[in-house]
């Protein structure tokens, strides 16, 4: 089934403006004629000029006028009212598309983890889209209602069975493009090894320990955080 979505102004008094009205009111702006846009949009100039007097007795404004005459009807010129009615609509249509296509519009929260051991780093290869088959550091999304801090525990233990602590904050990565599902915002902490069994987990199909000069392909933004790490840590 296809459902198709709509919207309409409205005052006090009910229905001002929609898709119908604006239509006919953007074909007299492009032909100048109130009779050419209804011919083009497949209505009697009859029908058309009952929409916009029904319109102008909503609104209380005028938003066209007409100089009636000739074979072809005359011209009829959008006033600045009509206008102003035109690019609102049509500000309000781009954003209502927008939230259709975009029903969550906030950037999400992630959390990727950092765990450095005798110059080795934890990586888990990534088990799901995208970037399916590379290499990534632990992490994944915060729930509702779960601190940052202990969002990272957890993806750290369903990720590579490791129970770990925060040693301190790395840095927030927010650029739009980072994630290629969404805008993601992914704080990203330093970790220690507290204990459990080095194994892949959730949607990780395995994690092992990659020497800090020697490390593959990496999914996201991760080897710039990596490098970003390895910069706060040892370029002191």
Sequence with gaps: MIVKYRFWFESPAGYVFGPGSYQILKEIEKTGSLRKAASNLGMS???AWGLIKEIEENLGVKI??????????????ITEEGIKLLREYEKYEKVFDYVI?????????????????????????RGREPF?????????????GERTEDAIVREMEEETGLKTEIIGLVGVYSDPKRDPRDHTITVVYELRRLG????????????????????????????????????MKFNR
Aim: glycine share 12%.
């Design 101 to 125: 296509k975009h029903p969550y519009i906030k950037p999400s929260i992630t959390v990727d983890g950092i765990l450095v051991e005798d110059e080795k780093i934890l990586l888990v290869k």
């Design 64 to 77: 066209i006028t007409s100089h009636r005459g000739g074979r072809e009807g005359g011209e009829s010129t």
């Design 196 to 231: 459990g069994k080095l194994k892949g987990g959730d949607d990780a199909t395995y994690a092992t320990m990659f020497p800090l000069n020697a490390l593959p392909e990496l999914a996201f933004d991760h080897a710039k955080i990596i490098e970003d790490f390895k910069n």
């Design 45 to 47: 100039y009859r029908h």
């Design 132 to 144: 399916k088959g590379m290499y990534a550091l632990p992490g994944g999304f915060v729930e509702y």
